[in-house]
């Protein structure tokens, strides 16, 4: 058997096995790798040798205790749902278990901020994740990655219980502000939209971006204005200054459309051009984009760079990779593709 096809279906299996009996559930969900069933029999020596490969690159952790006993790191889980290794009706469902688990939480907090202690197990998986509840192996997986990530706190007195830590409640508030742009935003794209609507969603496209922004934390300025020159939204996080310019029209956008914001450029040094566009860049303007990158930097953000962000993408890291694409790779990073 191919060694990758071996890690990533022993990973596989240990995303979806039951939790063994007599375990914490902040330790998450242990199980025997030799109860996994791949197409070709394994001996022992050759099914230990993959698993040591994955204990070394981070993804899962042995027990003590048992030859074959492992668990899935938090590493590891993330690693199988990045790339899809289990069905996508188990992965969907512990993303949405993970998220009810959190909003419930939150809500027992926001309700009373003052108290100092948790919810049990049993009240969270009788009501988090309605109609059904979460099974006892959903909880402990799930309860095991939001611990890990720092997400939830777990306190025991005779039974344990759960609170949301801050990082958790932060999280939580950032998913619902992210709702709501969400909202916002297919409001804004609905087919039907009278013409008056639709020329008022440049503006609302600034707000959108503006929201998402601050959800990130950054300092936001909207419609700046000085002689000269007037600019949708300025984005600054030490030691940064990025102008932004907005805009969702029928046509795509054209190279005078950046040498608008280029110009504005020139009147605020050190500063980095984003161009925001609905409707898309001709390839001309994605050219002239490239071609000027080594006095001016104008990042370009389409449909697909935004519907990223409101499913939860950092605008941070979406700036840094298309910086580092054009200033290293001398590309133009816009909706997923780098243009040369």
């Known amino acids: 058997m191919n060694p990758a096809d071996a890690q990533n279906g022993i990973l596989s299996f240990l995303y979806r096995a039951p939790a063994l009996p007599g375990r914490l559930m902040s330790e998450g969900n242990w199980a025997s790798v030799r109860a996994w069933e791949p197409e070709t029999s394994l001996s022992d020596g050759a099914l230990l040798s993959f698993v040591a490969g994955l204990e070394t690159r981070g993804f899962l952790q042995r027990s003590a205790n048992s030859r074959f006993g492992a668990r899935l790191t938090r590493e590891g889980l993330r690693y199988v749902e990045a ?135 950054w300092d936001i300025r909207m419609n700046s204005r000085r002689p000269g020159e007037e600019t949708d939204l300025i984005l600054y996080r030490e030691p940064v200054c990025y102008l932004v310019e907005c805009k969702w029209i029928r046509e795509k956008v054209q190279t005078h459309h950046l040498r608008e914001l280029t110009g504005r450029l020139d009147l605020r040094k050190g500063a980095i051009g984003v161009f925001v566009s609905l409707s898309g860049f001709s390839p001309q303007a994605v050219k002239l984009a490239g071609e000027i990158r080594a006095s001016k930097q104008v990042l370009l953000f389409g449909r697909g760079d935004i519907l990223a962000l409101l499913q939860g993408r950092s605008l941070a890291q979406s700036l840094s990779d298309k910086m580092r694409a054009l200033a290293v790779d001398c590309a133009v990073l816009v909706d997923g593709q780098a243009v040369k």
């Open 83 to 217: 790339d899809r290794l289990a069905p996508d009706e188990d992965i969907n469902r512990n993303l949405s278990i993970r998220r009810a688990i959190l909003e419930y939480l939150a809500s027992a907090y926001e309700r009373n901020p003052a108290r100092d202690y948790g919810v049990f197990a049993e009240d969270i998986k009788g009501n988090a994740h309605s109609p059904h509840g979460i099974s006892e192996d959903d909880f402990v997986r799930n309860t095991f990655a939001l611990t890990e990530d720092g997400f939830v706190e777990e306190t025991f007195d005779i039974l344990p219980q759960y609170a949301i830590s801050a990082d958790g409640h932060a999280h939580v508030l950032r998913s619902r502000a992210l709702q709501q742009c969400r909202q916002a935003f297919e409001e804004m794209d609905r087919d039907g939209l009278s013409p008056r609507a639709k020329r008022a969603r440049g503006h609302a496209l600034e707000r959108l971006v503006r929201d998402l922004a601050e959800g990130e934390g």
